[in-house]
């Protein structure tokens, strides 16, 4: 069997970047941000995304990177500090670091000038859009029933004015002759999505006599909007703008640029249906929530709220019909038979998506009659208290299940146990999946070995291959290879290995690949570009990724495609990708551990409160490394599906 080639440590030299971190004093830096107070060796300071009152940020000079020892855990170097702090992709972190450094880029293929300058136009044409629209809901005469819909809902101006909501006109032309006199072409308004052409090539205004909500990315810039009709018998009731090379709503959550800090505060994110949901969370002082747009909650949506908080509440419209629905659309329940509900739950529902993002996603269940909008005007404190009452997804699934059963039928019971055996095989915590055996056989009034029968049944039905007697070349461990650059090569390769080696990686009790798992912020960039993107699927994932990557990253990526893995077998690739992850965790927090226990010496000789929090730190540290190294230990026991 063909070897997988290691990178040699270090292999990948990327000078700008190596020269912005060498000009840069890390220490300087996020001084220039927060206080900074010596402490040691090193500094300290109360941690900038998430809320505390005893300082558990740390930055550590010798080594230049940062971490936090409280409650979100997060680490880096300069550039992940800035990223999260001013919400940054790579490259806006790349270039206002470079500037601050006095470091000069590689200048832009012309493809991604190309791209880059029809970017920047369209978010101009959209946020120009997006200010003519305010003005005339705040300002027009024909307005006046927007203005008066708006009072009715109970949004204030300032609300209005952070949403920058707005009116279109009633015309067919109205918007296209203001832009066009802005100079802005009708070729532009087409692909910016705010004119539809007529099959004779004509164009007309795709939004008219509508209240008009913006819709932001994550940084704040306009991408498209949600337009409500103002007619009460008037259909549809909401359009959106059409997926256009900026807006994409399967990508998208309504709010995100506002909701982001507030979710790292709070440390979980609420998700609801609508725009007005959102705008009136807001107005009320609940700035964590954001809205799914369209019916289906997507994984591609799941993963951007990733980056703030693994945390997840949905709340869910209370009838039964939209219970169903909602359920459907993020694939727990993939089919609705024509009277009964009988929902097929399979790897890719929630409880999956919890397994592939490490996520922990619980339900809000909202009173009879209510939506998130109606219920918080009426009653701040009754919201806030069903967020602490949300439950974890499973226990809301058995429940919606187990009340339609009938506990005298014996058969219904019984198909019940064997619809609940995938749903159970799915949560990857064994101690949480024998809870909800328990459960189960609780509410059903039958004994808990028989459903325990049911799962050993299914398990042995699933195909299982015999380990290999010796270890391949594939297997070595590689030293001081890089191992990072070697995993980040197998998946840009094979995208489909992710989520099978995520799989793994929860069935062992340990967390899922992560951008953090990369020290290199070469790498770390790729991989958080390349994940945003691999949702889509495209065949040219790879010259997509090479577009998005600045024209520094260029040398890293052709490095990490170099290695020739076409020969070689999934399973050999999906057990090579483990392994490679689970080394590199263990060198991480062996040497984590290393500066974990400098700190705690160092507290502990200087009476320092903080040798308590460094104690807890440690406890934790220690657990994740013993599970790290347990899953190197038993690597059989998870090989052998690819021996």
Same mark, same amino acid.
Not at 519 to 527: D, L, S, T
């Given at each position: 069997?063909?070897?997988?080639?290691?990178?040699?440590?270090?292999?990948?030299?990327?000078?700008?970047?190596?020269?912005? =971190?060498?000009?840069?004093?890390?220490?300087?830096?996020?001084?220039?941000?927060?206080?900074?107070?010596?402490?040691?060796r090193?500094?300290?300071?109360?941690?900038?995304f998430?809320?505390?009152?005893?300082?558990?940020?740390?930055?550590?000079?010798?080594?230049?990177?940062?971490?936090?020892?409280?409650?979100?855990?997060?680490?880096?170097?300069?550039?992940?500090?800035?990223?999260?702090?001013?919400?940054?992709?790579f490259?806006?972190?790349?270039?206002?670091?470079?500037r601050?450094?006095?470091?000069e880029?590689h200048?832009?293929?012309?493809?991604?000038?190309?791209?880059?300058?029809?970017?920047?136009?369209?978010?101009?044409l959209?946020?120009?859009?997006?200010?003519?629209?305010?003005?005339?809901?705040?300002?027009?005469p024909?307005a006046?029933?927007?203005?008066a819909?708006?009072?009715?809902?109970g949004?204030?101006?300032?609300t209005?004015?952070?949403?920058?909501?707005?009116?279109?006109?009633a015309?067919?032309?109205?918007?296209r002759?203001?832009?066009?006199?802005?100079?802005?072409?009708?070729?532009?308004?087409? =692909?910016?999505?705010?004119?539809?052409?007529r099959?004779?090539?004509?164009?007309?205004?795709?939004?008219?006599?509508r209240l008009?909500?913006?819709?932001?990315?994550?940084?704040?810039?306009?991408i498209?909007?949600g337009?409500?009709?103002?007619?009460?018998?008037?259909?549809?009731?909401?359009?959106n703008?059409?997926?256009?090379?900026?807006?994409?709503?399967?990508?998208?959550?309504?709010?995100?640029?506002l909701?982001?800090?507030?979710?790292?505060?709070?440390?979980?994110?609420v998700?609801?249906?609508?725009?007005?949901?959102?705008?009136?969370?807001?107005?009320?002082?609940?700035?964590?929530?954001?809205?799914?747009?369209?019916? $289906?909650?997507?994984?591609?949506?799941l993963?951007?709220?990733?980056?703030?908080?693994?945390?997840?509440? +949905?709340a869910?419209?209370?009838? $039964?019909?939209?219970?169903?629905?909602?359920?459907r659309?993020?694939?727990?329940?993939?089919e609705?038979?024509?009277?009964?509900?009988?929902?097929?739950?399979?790897?890719?529902?929630l409880?999956?998506?919890?397994?592939?993002?490490g996520?922990e996603i619980?339900?809000?269940c909202?009173?009879?009659?209510? &939506?998130?909008?109606?219920?918080i005007r009426?009653?701040?404190?009754q919201?806030?208290?069903?967020?602490?009452?949300?439950?974890?997804?499973?226990?809301?699934?058995?429940?919606?299940?187990?009340?339609?059963?009938?506990?005298? &039928?014996t058969?219904? =019971?019984?198909?019940?146990?064997?619809?609940?055996?995938?749903?159970l095989?799915?949560?990857?915590?064994?101690?949480?999946?024998?809870?909800?055996?328990?459960?189960?056989?609780?509410a059903?009034?039958?004994?808990?070995?028989?459903?325990?029968?049911?799962?050993?049944?299914?398990?042995? =039905?699933?195909p299982q291959?015999?380990?290999?007697?010796?270890?391949?070349?594939?297997?070595?461990?590689?030293?001081?290879?890089?191992?990072?650059?070697?995993?980040?090569s197998?998946?840009?390769?094979r995208?489909?290995?992710?989520?099978?080696?995520?799989?793994?990686?929860?069935?062992?009790?340990?967390?899922?690949?992560?951008?953090?798992d990369f020290?290199?912020?070469?790498?770390?960039?790729?991989?958080?570009?390349?994940?945003?993107?691999?949702?889509?699927?495209?065949?040219?994932?790879?010259?997509?990724?090479r577009?998005?990557?600045p024209? &520094?990253l260029?040398?890293?990526?052709?490095?990490?495609l170099?290695?020739d893995?076409s020969a070689l077998?999934?399973?050999?690739l999906?057990? &090579?990708?483990?392994?490679?992850?689970?080394?590199l965790?263990k060198?991480?927090?062996?040497?984590?551990?290393q500066?974990l226990? $400098?700190?705690?010496?160092?507290?502990?000789?200087a009476?320092?409160?903080?040798?308590?929090?460094y104690d807890?730190?440690?406890?934790?540290?220690?657990?994740?490394?013993?599970?790290?190294?347990? $899953? +190197?230990?038993?690597?059989?026991?998870?090989t052998?599906?690819?021996?």
């Amino acid at each position: 069997m063909q070897p997988v080639r290691y990178f040699a440590s270090g292999a990948i030299p990327v000078s700008a970047i190596d020269e912005i =971190k060498n000009r840069l004093d890390i220490v300087e830096l996020i001084s220039s941000y927060l206080p900074l107070q010596k402490a040691g060796r090193n500094y300290k300071a109360l941690c900038p995304f998430h809320s505390e009152k005893t300082p558990s940020f740390v930055v550590f000079p010798d080594s230049q990177r940062w971490h936090c020892f409280g409650a979100c855990g997060e680490g880096g170097d300069i550039f992940t500090f800035v990223m999260k702090r001013e919400g940054w992709d790579f490259r806006t972190a790349l270039e206002e670091l470079a500037r601050r450094a006095g470091v000069e880029l590689h200048p832009r293929t012309p493809a991604q000038a190309r791209i880059q300058e029809e970017t920047e136009r369209l978010r101009a044409l959209l946020d120009t859009a997006a200010r003519y629209y305010h003005r005339l809901l705040l300002h027009a005469p024909e307005a006046r029933e927007a203005r008066a819909y708006v009072a009715r809902r109970g949004l204030s101006s300032e609300t209005v004015e952070r949403f920058m909501l707005g009116y279109s006109l009633a015309g067919w032309d109205n918007v296209r002759n203001y832009l066009t006199e802005q100079g802005y072409s009708v070729e532009e308004l087409l =692909k910016a999505g705010l004119l539809v052409q007529r099959e004779d090539g004509g164009t007309y205004d795709r939004f008219r006599e509508r209240l008009m909500i913006p819709i932001r990315d994550r940084q704040g810039h306009v991408i498209g909007f949600g337009a409500r009709t103002l007619d009460p018998h008037g259909t549809p009731k909401y359009i959106n703008s059409p997926q256009t090379p900026l807006f994409d709503k399967s990508q998208v959550l309504f709010g995100l640029d506002l909701a982001g800090p507030a979710i790292r505060r709070e440390e979980y994110a609420v998700i609801v249906e609508g725009y007005m949901d959102v705008m009136q969370a807001h107005q009320a002082g609940f700035a964590n929530v954001v809205a799914q747009m369209g019916t $289906a909650l997507t994984e591609a949506q799941l993963r951007q709220l990733q980056r703030y908080t693994r945390r997840l509440v +949905l709340a869910l419209d209370p009838d $039964a019909a939209g219970v169903r629905a909602t359920l459907r659309g993020i694939e727990v329940a993939r089919e609705v038979m024509a009277q009964a509900w009988e929902p097929v739950f399979d790897p890719r529902g929630l409880v999956g998506y919890e397994s592939r993002l490490g996520a922990e996603i619980r339900i809000l269940c909202l009173p009879s009659g209510k &939506d998130p909008d109606a219920l918080i005007r009426e009653s701040p404190q009754q919201w806030a208290e069903l967020l602490k009452e949300a439950i974890p997804v499973v226990d809301f699934y058995l429940q919606v299940l187990l009340e339609e059963v009938d506990p005298g &039928d014996t058969k219904a =019971k019984a198909r019940l146990v064997d619809t609940l055996v995938p749903i159970l095989r799915a949560v990857a915590n064994p101690v949480e999946r024998e809870d909800y055996v328990q459960k189960v056989a609780r509410a059903l009034r039958i004994d808990v070995r028989a459903v325990h029968a049911r799962l050993a049944e299914a398990s042995r =039905k699933t195909p299982q291959k015999q380990p290999e007697a010796t270890r391949t070349a594939v297997e070595q461990e590689p030293g001081e290879a890089d191992l990072e650059g070697h995993l980040l090569s197998l998946l840009l390769q094979r995208p489909g290995l992710l989520p099978q080696v995520n799989e793994i990686l929860v069935e062992q009790q340990v967390d899922i690949v992560k951008e953090s798992d990369f020290q290199n912020v070469g790498y770390r960039a790729i991989f958080g570009a390349w994940e945003e993107l691999v949702s889509t699927a495209s065949s040219e994932l790879l010259e997509t990724l090479r577009i998005h990557l600045p024209a &520094d990253l260029h040398t890293h990526l052709a490095e990490l495609l170099q290695p020739d893995i076409s020969a070689l077998a999934e399973e050999q690739l999906v057990r &090579d990708a483990v392994l490679t992850l689970l080394r590199l965790r263990k060198r991480n927090l062996e040497r984590w551990g290393q500066e974990l226990q $400098a700190l705690r010496m160092e507290a502990q000789q200087a009476g320092d409160v903080r040798a308590k929090q460094y104690d807890r730190a440690q406890l934790a540290h220690t657990e994740a490394l013993r599970r790290t190294q347990r $899953a +190197l230990a038993q690597r059989w026991n998870w090989t052998a599906r690819y021996g």
